[in-house]
Every structure is written in C-alpha cells, then in structure tokens.
C-alpha cells in the first residue's frame, strides 16, 4: 500500500457512511484527469460526489494530510476550480482536510504548523493563524485561465477538519 493510501481509504469510508457520497474519485491522479486539470498541479486526494451524474450539484473535495496543512490549501484550491468548471450545476462544495492527529499550542489545537482549529457547532473549521489575527482557512487556486476566474467563490468556502 503506497503511503497515504490507508488515510485516503479512511476518508473513502468516511464519506461514503456519513455523507452518502455515491461517486468517489481517487487518488489524486484520478481526481485530476476527472476535473480536467493540468498533469503537473497540485489536486486533492479525493472528489465526491453526493448526487449522480450529470445532475451534481454537490460535492466534497478532501485532502488527507499529515502536518503540511499548508499545502492543503492549495490542492483542495485547485480541485474546487476544477469542481465549478467541470460541474455547471454545482451549488455547494464542502472542502475537508482529514489529518491524523492535532496538537495542543499556545495558540490553541493544531493540525501543522500556522493552523488552528475552531470548535464551533458542528465540525471543526480550520483557521488560519499565521498572522497577529486569526482568520478562517482558505484555498488558494494556483492556476491560470480558466481556473483562476473561480477564486471569488473558492475563497469563500469554510475548511472543515477531521482527526482520526
């Protein structure tokens, strides 16, 4: 089994219980090739889909990571482009980091370096902690046209985190 593979497999699980995702892509290669993004750009792990197709208009892009929260945030970035331009339906996209384990820091629980985490009600939001201001997470889109015309909407999506 190539590393990783076990945690994607968790998170495989996870979506198919507890989401009733009916449609999952992975690895990250097949991720790319289905959203149409280029061969060398970072993607997520995982794309799921939570109705069929052609008719999606929800999904969950998750990456499973171990502390390189930062990287993160530019896979599940990428893959949310590809998700709006692959899917013109597409009405809500939930982006979900699944990491190992957290630990405890001044600045309160942390999945890596930089990153926090808020309990709020439901599950926990990743926030970014990098600065003097802590601020909720967002993913980052580092590709050019056609992708980069969805940032407005990628940068309004709420991270969500899962420890297990």
Known sequence: MAPGEAQELLVEQ????HRHCIEIFR???DVRTRLGLPTACRCADILALHSPQPAVSEITIAESKGTD???ALTQLGNASAGAFESFP???TVH????????IPTAAGTSPGPGFTITGGAGVPRLQDARTSTIVPARAV???G???NRWSPQVQQLDIE???G
């Open 14 to 17: 996870y979506l198919r219980l």
């Open 27 to 29: 690895p990250e290669t």
């Open 69 to 71: 929260v930062d990287r």
């Open 89 to 91: 339906g597409l009405r």
């Open 95 to 102: 982006l979900l980091v699944w990491v190992a384990r957290t």
């Open 141 to 143: 889109i580092d590709l």
């Open 145 to 147: 046209h056609p992708w």
């Open 161 to 163: 985190l899962l420890v």
